[in-house]
């Protein structure tokens, strides 16, 4: 079992900036993805970005195309931890934001993949 718990969501105005943290406990490998997803009210949950290892010392990340530039997904091996750090906050960013892990390397964008989940965290940009 993994447990998954995420923090600093918020509101930020538009142009602003929030980094996300999610907090693995549990269950641990060196192999591994770890995602940040998010749900707007009445839209289904969408990939923002993905962290991958495979046993290594290296970690690739992957993001949704339409977020490459502003987010930035990152790991701290050390605590656990996987970071999302948000620039230029835009209102569509709206959403609750979850983290997701998975116990293999590069399981891609889709939701059910993932097997593990954190309860959500809510970040509200106004404009």
């Known amino acids: 079992q993994v447990q998954l718990v995420e923090s600093g969501g918020g509101s930020v105005q538009a142009g602003g900036s929030l980094k996300l943290s999610c907090a693995a406990s549990?269950?641990?490998?060196?192999?591994?993805?770890m995602g940040w997803f998010r749900q707007a009210p009445g839209k289904e949950r969408e990939f923002v970005a993905s962290?991958?290892?495979?046993?290594?010392?290296?970690?690739?990340?992957d993001y949704a195309d339409s977020l490459v530039g502003r987010f930035t997904i990152s790991r701290d091996n050390a605590k656990n931890t996987v970071y999302l750090q948000m620039n230029s906050l835009k209102v569509e960013d709206t959403a609750v934001y979850y983290c997701?892990?998975?116990?293999?390397?590069?399981?891609?964008?889709?939701?059910?993949?993932?097997?593990?989940w954190g309860q959500g965290t809510q970040v509200t940009v106004s404009s």
């Open positions: 997701a892990s998975a116990l293999s390397f590069n399981v891609g964008a889709s939701p059910g993949k993932y097997d593990y």
């Open positions: 549990g269950r641990t490998s060196s192999t591994y993805t």
């Open positions: 962290i991958s290892r495979n046993g290594g010392p290296t970690s690739y990340a």
